[in-house]
């Protein structure tokens, strides 16, 4: 029996387990996953017991995608975005990024184009690096803003983008084609809104990475009529890619959106 898990500070949420372990059935693999709390000053330790104990691989999530850069060795997708979200331990303890694969993958889905298209992307951690990463390698025009300064430019000047101060929001939602919320903010009941959702038009895109409810944000954008996104494909492309990476099989994506999407119905 092999095992997989993720790790994240908080991670109950996660649906991870629900969705690997419903691909893993369907697949007819002896496996198992599991979600572990791990704070990012013992991400080392855990990375390495996970290792030494022969866990078939990990998911990373909020807030150590980052820093598992110190702990990995990154492939070259992982190193251009600075950040971690899948890691294998075959041939040594590798790092690998697949949120920007999924974040793609799922606009796809949904028919959305984002070659030429001005996209405002609100975030600067580990999941908005790589969605910034992988649509300005397809052509994409992004701006991206972020509630901390320091931080949004970082991820600005890392990939030759554009940053605007978060005081300019109105006028950044205004001029975009797609709106992206790569933040935590309106994963809790009471988070306050990023912006008023009366700016949003019927001609634009909102994806909100979050998938574990339904945002204020994706509420407004519907109120709009602009197309609404939530987060669920984007999980399920970015953990069927981090499976194929694991074991070299094809997963089975139809299995875990589904499974994804009963869980949160329950």
């Known amino acids: 029996m092999k095992v997989y898990a ?6 109950e949420h996660s649906l991870s387990p629900v969705m690997h372990n419903a691909a893993f059935r369907e697949m007819g693999l002896k496996a ?3 979600a572990f709390r791990v704070g990012i000053h013992r991400l080392r330790d855990a990375i390495l017991g996970a290792d030494a104990m022969g866990f078939g691989g990990l998911n990373l999530t909020i807030p150590l995608k980052e820093g598992a850069m110190a702990v990995v060795e ?4 992982a190193k251009a975005i600075g950040a971690v979200n899948t890691v294998s331990f075959r041939g040594g303890i590798r790092g690998h990024n697949t949120d920007g ?7 796809r889905h949904y028919g959305v184009d984002v070659r030429g ?6 975030g600067a951690g580990g999941a908005a690096r790589a969605i910034a990463y992988q649509l300005s390698r397809e052509g994409a025009r992004i701006v991206v803003t972020n509630r901390t300064t320091e931080r949004g430019e970082a991820l ?11 005081g300019e929001i109105g006028d ?17 009941d009471g988070d306050p809104r990023l912006f008023d959702g009366s700016m949003l038009r019927a001609e634009q895109v909102v994806f909100d990475i979050i998938y574990s409810r339904e945002t204020e944000l994706l509420r407004d954008a519907r109120r709009a009529g602009a197309k609404a996104i939530d987060g669920v494909m984007m999980l399920v492309y970015q953990g069927a890619a981090a499976l194929g990476i694991w074991t070299g099989l094809e997963a089975p994506v139809g299995v875990m959106e589904a499974a994804v999407r009963a869980a949160l119905r329950g």
């Open 32 to 34: 198992s996953y599991h």
């Open 117 to 122: 298209a001005k996209v405002l992307l609100i």
């Open 74 to 77: 990154p492939d070259e997708t």
């Open 101 to 107: 694969t999924g974040a793609s993958l799922a606009l």
């Open 6 to 11: 993720v790790l994240g500070d908080p991670v």
């Open 156 to 166: 600005a000047g890392d990939l030759g983008l554009e940053f605007r101060p978060f």
């Open 172 to 188: 950044l939602v205004r001029g975009s084609d797609i709106v992206i919320n790569a933040t935590s903010v309106g994963m809790r």
